[in-house]
């Protein structure tokens, strides 16, 4: 039986970042990825930095009910793959959207007729942000899901947070899930993952399923329960050929996110900025800009910058409009 971890954590919380150095351990260099992102445009998989046939990018959307059964599909498809010899792996991680209920995967590992036979829970790891999750936690289910759901907690950016944050989120990561064994980000890979693995499995069988409206149901006809906090988290992107200005840029979401952070859950993009040949990554998390990051190289395709947002009640083309005159670039749309 394979084991298949579940890498799960709210929006920008640091699901790839974790899912990068848990790739360098010797012990999961025979994983294979399942990479489900939130969002037009996936960029993840490009920003993990590892592209090969065991790096499987499921479509956009709620990994629930649409995508639970891809995650399915992709699963029963790495598995003949495996069977016919074309590929290898021991184990499987999936990294699931930060608006992903956790709870419907796993149900699909232990219901699924074929796959019960070929894949075993192999754990819940949740990452949560020492600067942003208290905020998260407050308002969005899907964050404290993920935290029920968690064999193993990582709490990151515990370097950019205040020691009052520190206590605050780990007295409240306490009380929804005391089972929960709780380490720091910046541990190394062998300590993080030390003795991990399901605890709380029987748990989560009995757990019902929080619906956003994201999340591909139908929620006149499933009877799922519906949140007030949960309408209107949209995601859109912009495409836009023209090399940036760094300095414009950077004022600008720096200003963006201080006035709406707490509305605009992530920013995520590729840059292709003035004097520079490598691609820029950029991250913003609610009112936190994070350090830009130098890639390597350009993916395939044409080389042009692309920005991701997902947020609650504000108007895309607002954003569109306020990039524009902030940055003077004309040649800016919303991706196809
Ligand atoms: N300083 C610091 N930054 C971190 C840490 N963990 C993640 N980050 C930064 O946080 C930003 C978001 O990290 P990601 O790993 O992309 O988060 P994610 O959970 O995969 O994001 P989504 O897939 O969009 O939900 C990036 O800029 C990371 O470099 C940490 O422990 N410390």
Redesign the pocket.
Known sequence: MTPVVLLT????????????RLLTDASMAGAAVLIN???EVGL?HH?LDRIDDNVVLLKSGCICCTVRGEVADALSKLNTMRASGDIAFDRVVI?T??LADPYPVLQTLTAHPVLRSHFVNGGVLT?V?AVNASLQVEHRAEAVRQITAADRIVL?????ATPEQISDIRARLLRINPAARSVT??LDVPTILGGFGPATFADTLSSDHVCTPTCGHDHHHHGHHHHDADLDVTSFSLVIDGAIDWTMFGTWLTLLLHKHGDRIF?V?GILALEGEDRPI???G?QHLV??P?HMDHWPAGPRQSRLVF?MEGISPDAIRRSFTAFTGLADVRAAA
């Open positions: 954590g709210f929006l920008g919380s640091g699901k790839t970042t974790l899912l990068q992102e939130f969002g993840d920003l990294e959207t930060g990452t942000d990151t950016k515990t370097d950019l980000s910046d992530r995520k990554a950029i991250h998390v994070h350090a990051t997902i």
